[in-house]
């Protein structure tokens, strides 16, 4: 029976014509659309899934360079917001963008009923869920260090990344200056050192309509990735703390100062559920 | 036989008197969104009201509207184009032509939302295959694409037959036809078969362009309020409701409008009607899950929605005007009247945005860090948000633009889906 029908099948290809040349064409020309499409989605797709696995094995096995973090003290926190203003006088960030800001918990019998300080820069995440979500890229954690950081350049001012972020660590510059800026004073002509790249904010260009961040004041540091504490190459709210609360240092060397303090220290780190580990620890 | 005539051209001039008003108000909104162009391209963001808590406001609700009715309309034509739903043909080619409208309207909003609208292009050079809204950008990209050749291939015939160098019409055909001339049946036939295969290939990727619009939201583990895997179905649901809603309001005003379609725009009335009753029970089930877990973090958005400072969006606009009242006009006899109807479709339309900003504000408007908004004084740091003037204004002129490209095309393309007797006796002419 089945010989039957495959002969007779065989009989009545052989009576069709040959495919003729457009068809031909026609077909190649969806095949080939075909493909490409497959190709296209697939290749992102294996590319998702290897960064994934790449990230994975990261953790595990590649060691960063360093390993920059900071160990704030609630203790010795006063609460003076020295640390505002001097990132604000660091990186000359405008009205509304503020890289770190002081927010007080005022916890009920404690003694004198003094509340809790907490200085909050960027936490610079190990596992971070502003930077996967960027359509271009514009903001990743830095393989030497992992400094998370923008790309001005690059960066849209989509704002999905401050949507992702769940600590509010991430600013936009709607382009607002403060008086003394907008009345063409001497501080005007300053321009932000950060990232080292020494923008002029005029005209609507970046960093206006940019998402900025605390970036551990990485224009401070030297050509091997390495910040110099006696030099005052030094983040500049860690340098200015009043009460010294806040440690900045390189996780990656067990005799830094953050490192002992880790080891010493009982910490706590913000929405640890989350599993985003920052790289900001708060003593208690 | 008198009367009956009568009541024909009286039932024109409704038609005639309703597309009056819809130029009028379309012509005005445009005018009045120059100031909010001007504002945008002049000012940047500085005169818009969201921030740094708040990073999202009414443009992005209006995008997201926008797009949604955009996908409705789109799934809402494949049901003639593809499972050869004869009921709606008569508007098959005007649901196509209102989904690449809203569509144009979604992109113009989402564009200006952008910091710099300059670089929009970045999304294609620089892809990231790990950001949901990469590839909702991708997924929309490719929808337009399909969006224009489907277009085409449907209005083609029309266009070569329409074509002279005469009338601004037919110039218009001609330059519309892309040099095509063929006239043949056969011609018509292929076209049917490239609209059909298109419409096919359209229904996957509206779907997944708009479930991805929702997973964009649904991935933020941080905002409680959207990080649901309800959020694309939601999406979706809500999507189909307000585009077809809107295609009832549009054929009972276009078209010759309800005179002719009565039988769609009651058609359409039932399917909004099961939609919305759908639509419902997922926003119900949102709400029920958060407040039975009872988690502060949860609820917080929630609590925003029904009694915070804007719970009039949601009780007045999207609950009273958006979802009891229409119901109540589709469940009454007033069901089988095709003005009650379009008048529900019109407001389940409207409601919806209600629902959209909902999605998006309240999301936002929760502190992440506790005292964090009262941590530095600037208004950019704030969890209030009410769009400024300009805000509203762009909007609106997006609206008109959106409202006149539409009439245009109403107007001009022959979005008339001619039964064959007609079309023959056209041809005649």
Not at chain 1, 52 to 76: C, N, P, Q, W
Not at chain 1, 164 to 175: I, K, N, Q
Not at chain 1, 224 to 236: I, L
């Amino acid at each position: 029976m089945k010989e039957e029908i495959s002969a007779e099948i065989k009989i009545e290809n052989s009576d069709k014509p040959t495919i003729d040349r457009n068809e031909f064409i026609s077909k190649l020309i969806k095949i080939g659309a075909g493909t490409l499409a497959a190709t296209i989605v697939g290749n992102g797709m294996l590319n998702t899934a290897s960064t994934v696995f790449a990230k994975g094995k990261s953790e595990t096995l590649v060691k960063r360079k360093y390993h920059y973090g900071m160990v704030i003290d609630t203790r010795r926190c006063v609460g003076c917001r020295a640390c505002v203003l001097a990132c604000k006088a660091e990186n000359k960030t405008s009205p509304g963008v503020s890289y770190t800001v002081v927010f007080e918990e005022i916890l009920e019998n404690r003694p004198n009923d003094k509340p809790v300080f907490m200085t909050k820069p960027c936490f610079h995440c190990e596992q971070p869920p502003c930077t996967d979500v960027c359509p271009v890229s514009a903001t990743y954690k830095r393989e030497q260090d992992g400094i998370v950081v923008v790309d001005y350049d690059r960066c849209i001012g989509c704002r999905y990344c401050m949507t992702a972020c769940p600590y509010s660590a991430r600013w936009f510059d709607f382009g607002e200056n403060y008086p003394a800026v907008e009345q063409g004073t001497d501080w005007a002509k300053v321009p932000s050192p950060e990232y080292n790249q020494f923008r002029k904010r005029e005209h609507e260009q970046s960093p206006i309509g940019n998402v900025r961040k605390c970036t551990f004041c990485l224009h401070l540091q030297d050509e091997n990735g390495q910040y110099n504490k006696a030099d005052g190459h030094w983040p500049a709210c860690a340098k200015t703390c009043t009460g010294k609360a806040i440690h900045f240092g390189d996780f990656n060397d067990p005799n830094s100062e953050v490192s002992i303090l880790l080891r010493e220290r009982q910490y706590i780190r913000l929405k640890e559920e989350l599993g985003t580990s920052p790289n900001v620890y708060y003593l208690i | 036989m008198n009367f009956i005539k009568e009541l024909l051209s009286d039932r024109d001039k409704v038609s005639h008197n309703l597309k009056m008003i819809f130029w009028g108000i379309g012509g005005l909104l445009l005018l009045v969104g120059f100031y909010g162009w001007a504002i945008r391209f002049f000012n940047g963001h500085i005169k818009a009201n969201y921030g740094s808590i708040v990073t999202w406001g009414l443009w992005v609700a209006a995008y997201i509207y926008f797009i949604g009715l955009s996908a409705g309309s789109f799934l809402v034509s494949s049901m003639v184009y593809v499972f050869n739903f004869k009921k709606f043909e008569r508007i098959g080619k005007l649901a196509v032509f209102t989904a690449l409208v809203t569509l144009l309207m979604a992109l113009l909003s989402i564009w200006v939302d952008l910091g710099h609208m300059g670089r929009a292009w970045h999304v294609m050079v620089f892809p990231n295959f790990k950001s949901p809204m990469a590839w909702m950008i991708y997924l929309y990209s490719i929808y337009m694409l399909l969006l224009f050749v489907e277009i085409y291939f449907l209005l083609r015939y029309d266009f070569v037959t329409g074509s002279n160098n005469e009338t601004l019409k037919g110039k218009l055909y001609k330059l519309f036809s892309l040099g095509s001339t063929d006239k043949s049946e056969e011609s018509k036939l292929r076209d049917k078969k490239i609209v059909k295969r298109l419409a096919t290939a359209g229904v996957p990727i509206a779907i997944l362009f708009h479930g991805g619009v929702g997973a964009l939201f649904g991935v933020v583990a941080a905002r409680p309020h959207w990080h649901s895997g309800l959020f694309p179905i939601l999406f979706l649901l809500s999507a189909l409701v307000s585009g077809g809603a809107l295609l009832t309001l549009i054929s009972s005003i276009f078209q010759e409008g309800w005179s002719k379609n009565k039988e769609i725009v009651i058609e359409l009335g039932k399917m909004v009607l099961a939609l919305l009753l759908l639509d419902i029970l997922f926003q119900v089930s949102e709400f029920l899950v958060a407040y039975r877990g009872g988690i502060p973090g949860h609820t917080a958005g929630f609590d925003l929605v029904i009694s915070g400072p804007y719970a009039w969006v949601f009780w007045g606009w999207q609950g009273f005007i958006g979802t009891i009242v229409p119901i109540v006009i589709l469940v009454l006899p007033t069901r089988k009247s095709p003005r009650w109807v379009a008048l529900a479709g019109f407001l389940i339309a409207a409601g919806i945005f209600g629902l959209r900003l909902n999605i998006v504000i309240p999301g936002l408007a929760v502190e992440e860090i506790h005292g964090l908004t009262s941590a530095i004084y600037s208004h950019r740091v704030d969890p209030h948000y009410f769009p400024s003037i300009s805000e509203w204004l762009l909007t609106f002129g997006i609206v008109g633009f959106g409202m006149l490209l539409f009439g245009l095309g109403e107007h001009f393309l022959p979005t008339h889906n001619e039964s064959e007797t007609e079309s023959l006796s056209e041809s005649k002419v």
